[in-house]
């Protein structure tokens, strides 16, 4: 009926903020592991300041645009809520398994 849009609209975005809040949690473990990788590929003198300031490069640059991209997208409704939402975390993932794995070959 008339109402039909606007139920499937707040269950949209109630699916969305439900994948949102998941992905904040596993959030904090992607960053973690970005920040071990890219601490571990700094020479070890250079793991202090350094590789604290490196570690949020990927997370700004990378995490939160496409994060605050992929939200909107999913709101509107353009892509399905998960893509939207964990692709940030998966990309930033894929980036510190890519430098974790560049640090153990040294």
């Known amino acids: 009926g008339r109402d039909g849009g606007a139920v499937h609209l707040l269950s949209r975005l ?6 949102w809040r998941l992905a904040a949690a596993v959030q904090t473990f992607v960053f973690g592991l970005v920040a071990a990788a890219v601490a571990l590929s700094l020479p070890v003198r250079g793991r202090r300041l350094m590789g604290f300031f490196l570690s ?3 997370v700004l640059l990378v995490h939160f645009p496409l994060a605050l991209a992929g939200r909107q997208l999913a709101d509107r409704g353009t ?7 964990w692709a940030a975390d ?3 993932l894929a980036i510190g398994v890519v430098l974790l794995r560049r640090a153990y070959v040294r």
Do not use: Q, S, T, W
């Open 14 to 19: 109630a699916l969305v903020e439900l994948h």
């Open 79 to 85: 892509v399905p809520a998960f893509v939207g939402v």
């Open 56 to 58: 949020f490069l990927p």
């Open 90 to 92: 998966l990309v930033l």
